[in-house]
């Protein structure tokens, strides 16, 4: 009689797991439609994420920057998870390209270290992004699963205005070696006079 009811209530335990599960007891496999949630509805239970623009925030003028991304330097030995060059002057309608020289690289611009009214990037892993430059600033970039390991950069946008976002783009907090990178980073483009001091 226990054994019975001990295996009863096994047989209703997988019965249930198998349900909720969405498996069959059929021992059939479910159709995909049965058991993975349409595009739409996992696009809706997706929370919303910028999608990068389509068109342009203003024409590109034909200048084309490349950035390498790279798992060690070229270099230098001892550099890993680098953009090369990591700091650049531009122009307004200059377009960058970020080209992913080794895999698993990836860029996009950071939060609060873009010019108020740029709308920024976000690029694939291992996918080349081009961005054109829309007005004058600090655009601050990052690697986003390289950026602790201080995967990041920097282009000055040249202009009036150019300065005018330089105090929040310092203010911006990263993570492990990020922080130290763009310092070393701003200590650079202020000693060679980027920033028209």
């Not at 007891?25 to 919303?48: H, I, Q, S």
């Not at 990068?52 to 200048?63: L, Y």
């Not at 004058?136 to 690697?143: A, E, F, H, K, S």
Request: charged share 20%; net charge negative.
């Amino acid at each position: 009689m226990k054994r019975t009811t001990l295996m009863s209530a096994i047989a209703l335990a997988s019965l249930v797991t198998v349900s909720a599960c969405g498996g069959r007891t059929d021992g059939e496999t479910a159709p995909a439609e049965e058991t993975a949630a349409a595009p739409a509805e996992v696009e809706a239970a997706a929370p919303a994420t910028a999608a990068a623009p389509t068109e342009p925030e203003v024409e590109a003028n034909g200048t084309v920057i490349d950035i390498n991304m790279y798992t060690r330097d070229p270099d230098d030995s001892s550099g890993l998870q680098v953009f090369k060059p990591r700091l650049i002057t531009a122009q307004v309608g200059d377009t960058v390209r970020f080209i992913p020289t080794d895999p698993t690289h990836q860029s996009s611009s950071i939060d609060g270290m873009i010019p108020e009214g740029a709308r920024g990037w976000e690029g694939e892993i291992n996918q080349e992004v081009s961005y054109v430059l829309p007005i004058p600033g600090i655009y601050g970039y990052q690697c986003i699963p390289h950026y602790a390991a201080g995967m990041i950069g920097m282009i000055i946008v040249e202009g009036d205005g150019m300065t005018d976002n330089l105090d929040s783009a310092k203010a911006v907090s990263h993570p492990g070696l990020a922080g130290r990178e763009f310092n070393e980073i701003f200590e650079q483009a202020e000693s060679e006079g980027m920033l028209g001091g």
